[in-house]
């Protein structure tokens, strides 16, 4: 299957592939992508996604075949399947990692940015290649960047094809953070050392009640639009009120009164 799905603890880790083809993104292989996000949404054992490439690449972008029949054909349909595969990550509830260890591009790239924060090794590059292949931006290439690096690096990606290395990508914000690994950065070991740095972030998220996780990601989403902070207090309060009520909060807080009664007084 061009799209592997392994559990580890609450965190579902989803390989796309096709390393023979750079996991360029077939119509089969988008649409296998795009289900399996639906159904670890759908799996209430699920906390947390990592979605990764098989070396050498993390996705070398939409496959040629696709993109010169929507050429042909002068229909988008090829395309908005192709769109799906991220769209599914982009709207997807829980929290989701991108381990990069290899090359992402034109589409393979928007994969990355989806996802809501990219761990990467030191073999990782972030590469628009739309202008240089003589196609506009797709996939809504032009508002993920922007909202990932700001305007300046935006614009030097978008339009003058810029392309990002692992520490470039740091620097300027695209990814959280770059991963140092030992011997050649395209070993499988080496990607491994950045998915299990990405499962073990994501596993933080694992640990917590998943409507929880689910609610603050909801709130990411809600105050990132809101002009003032007040705004952001009153939308958040509800959900707040919401924890404070909930049975995990309640054995949090029994256990705390149970450890302190245990130590006795102090001072």
């Known amino acids: ?65 696709v993109l010169a029949a929507a050429s042909a054909s002068g229909s988008a349909a090829d395309l908005r399947r192709i769109y799906a595969s991220f769209l599914a990550l982009a709207e997807a509830a829980l929290p989701t990692i991108a381990a990069v260890t290899g090359p992402a591009v034109g589409a393979g790239l928007n994969l990355a940015l989806a996802c809501d ?7 990782a590059v972030f590469d628009p290649r739309f202008l240089q292949l003589g196609i506009h931006p797709g996939g809504g290439m032009t508002w993920l960047v922007q909202r990932a690096v700001g305007p300046q690096t935006a614009a030097a990606m978008a339009l003058f094809g810029a392309a990002l290395d692992a520490q470039e990508a740091v620097r300027t914000g ?19 050392a950045v998915v299990a740095a990405a499962v073990d972030l994501a596993g933080r998220a694992a640990t917590a009640p998943r409507d929880l996780v689910i609610a ?32 995990a909060f309640t054995r949090l807080i029994s256990a705390t009164r149970s450890e302190r009664r245990a130590q006795g007084p102090t001072g």
Do not use: W
């Open 216 to 247: 603050t990601k909801a709130a990411l989403r809600a105050t990132a639009v809101m002009p003032q902070h007040a705004d952001a207090v009153a939308y958040e309060t509800a959900p707040q009120l919401a924890s404070l009520r909930s049975e």
């Open 117 to 123: 924060l990219r761990l990467v090794g030191p073999g």
């Open 174 to 192: 695209l990814a959280y953070q770059l991963i140092e690994v030992d011997g050649d950065p395209r070993s499988p070991d080496a990607h491994e």
């Open 1 to 65: 299957m061009p799209i592997l799905v392994e559990r580890r603890g609450g965190v579902a880790v989803l390989t796309v592939s096709d390393p023979a083809r750079r996991n360029a993104l077939s119509l089969e292989l988008a649409d296998q992508l795009a289900q399996a996000v639906t159904a670890c949404e759908s799996d209430e054992s699920v906390h947390a996604m990592v979605i990764t490439g098989a070396p050498p690449a993390f996705c070398a972008g939409a496959d040629l075949g």
